[in-house]
Nanobody, 127 residues
Framework: QLQLVESGGGLVQPGGSLRLSCAAS????????IGWFRQAPGKEREVVSC????????RYADSVKGRFTISRDNAKNTVYLQMNSLNPEDTAVYYC????????????????????WGQGTQVTVSS
């Protein structure tokens, strides 16, 4: 069974940090772009960051540039999202998605492009 599982969400104060993990089971992530998306209540799912299959290319939404860092460890079949300087506007359910690709590209910004999704992890930034 092909599955993505997110973890690491929680409640954090403004200015705090969290590290999200996206672990795959049933398939290897070696040939997949991984994207982190988020969805706040009443809003559409939006891209946060993407990383190419090798990790050589990364993309970030303007709203998180300089604060979030995406990385991957293909040996552990896991992708991470380090989130620093969190603010209340970052509150959302965070999802990871996987799309199989050829080439070292990371420009997959549309949810419909993705083949697999995790169940999401809640991130709440509040004092």
């Amino acid at each position: 069974q092909l599955q993505l599982v997110e973890s690491g969400g929680g409640l954090v104060q403004p200015g705090g940090s969290l590290r999200l993990s996206c672990a795959a089971s049933g398939f290897t992530l070696d040939y997949y772009v991984i994207g982190w998306f988020r969805q706040a209540p009443g809003k559409e799912r939006e891209v946060v960051s993407c990383i190419s299959s090798t990790g050589g290319s990364t993309r970030y939404a303007d709203s998180v540039k300089g604060r979030f860092t995406i990385s991957r460890d293909n040996a552990k079949n896991t992708v991470y999202l380090q989130m620093n300087s969190l603010n209340p506007e970052d509150t959302a359910v965070y999802y990871c998605g996987a799309v199989r690709t050829v080439g070292d590209y990371s420009n997959y910004f549309v949810p419909d492009e993705y083949d697999y999704w995790g169940q999401g992890t809640q991130v709440t930034v509040s004092s």
